[in-house]
Nanobody
Framework: VQLQASGGGLVQAGGSLRLSCAAS????????MGWFRQAAGKQREFVAG????????KYADVLEGRFTISRDNAKNTVYLQMNSLKPEDTAVYYC??????????????????WGQGTQVTVSS
């Protein structure tokens, strides 16, 4: 599957952004999807994940309920709604997919397909 992330940008602290990740190539609904982020000088970290039908979601504890992951299988797209953004949310955000996963996982190494990343910058 090919993934194309979009929706990043520059926003002030407290603002919102919605990231999108469009998939093509194979049956989108067969993929567990995830969002990860990588800040400058840091390792890539799990942000959120969603199961094939969107029934199960999982979030990084540090988000404190500010982000919401969703998917529209009819549009082959997964979303990440980010609210109450903080400067520490600044990072390149990546979407990831894998059809072999039994459920949502936080380990980036278990995802086989990755998008190109979209930059999110939150100013204070």
């Amino acid at each position: 599957v090919q993934l194309q992330a979009s929706g990043g940008g520059l926003v002030q602290a407290g603002g919102s952004l919605r990231l999108s990740c469009a998939a093509s190539g194979r049956t989108f609904s067969s993929y567990v999807m995830g969002w990860f982020r990588q800040a400058a000088g840091k390792q890539r970290e799990f942000v959120a994940g969603i199961s094939r039908r969107g029934i199960t979601t999982k979030y990084a504890d540090v988000l404190e309920g500010r982000f919401t992951i969703s998917r529209d299988n009819a549009k082959n797209t997964v979303y990440l709604q980010m609210n109450s953004l903080k400067p520490e949310d600044t990072a390149v955000y990546y979407c990831a997919a894998d059809s072999r996963l039994p459920t949502v996982v936080v380990d980036a190494g278990r995802f086989g397909s990755w998008g190109q990343g979209t930059q999110v910058t939150v100013s204070s």
